[in-house]
């Protein structure tokens, strides 16, 4: 199994911003992609920025030029760099990975989510 932990959310001011962090451990052969999900209060879950082993990254038009998705850490860790955040940016922030356990073995698996608050 891999786990995920998220950290770095917190409440911040409009126009503010803010550093996710996601830290993956566990049994890992090799890691596809990380990706950040959001999921606001009565909304569905939403992919708000992704990041390939080859360094290919995605972003929901709600974020690009806002938002920066990065890798390190032998790409076990994944950053979401927030500027200028927006009352609807608030949300609760999960970290994803599709990764391989072993050769055979992959799936997709979430952290426990991170609650960010933009407001006033």
């Known amino acids: 199994q891999v786990q995920l932990v998220e950290s770095g959310g917190g409440l911040v001011q409009p126009g503010g911003s803010l550093t996710l962090s996601c830290v993956a451990s566990?049994?890992?052969?090799?890691?596809?992609?990380m990706a950040w999900y959001r999921q606001a209060l009565g909304k569905e879950r939403e992919l708000v920025a992704s990041?390939?082993?080859?360094?290919?990254?995605n972003y929901a038009d709600s974020v690009k030029g806002r938002f920066t998705i990065s890798r390190a850490n032998g790409d076990k860790t994944v950053y979401l760099q927030m500027n200028s955040l927006k009352p609807e940016d608030t949300a609760v922030y999960y970290c994803?990975?599709?990764?391989?356990?072993?050769?055979?073995?992959?799936?997709?698996?979430w952290g426990q989510g991170t609650q960010v608050t933009v407001a006033s």
């Open positions: 566990g049994n890992i052969f090799h890691i596809v992609a």
């Open positions: 994803n990975t599709r990764a391989y356990e072993t050769h055979l073995k992959w799936g997709d698996y």
């Open positions: 990041i390939t082993s080859g360094h290919s990254v």
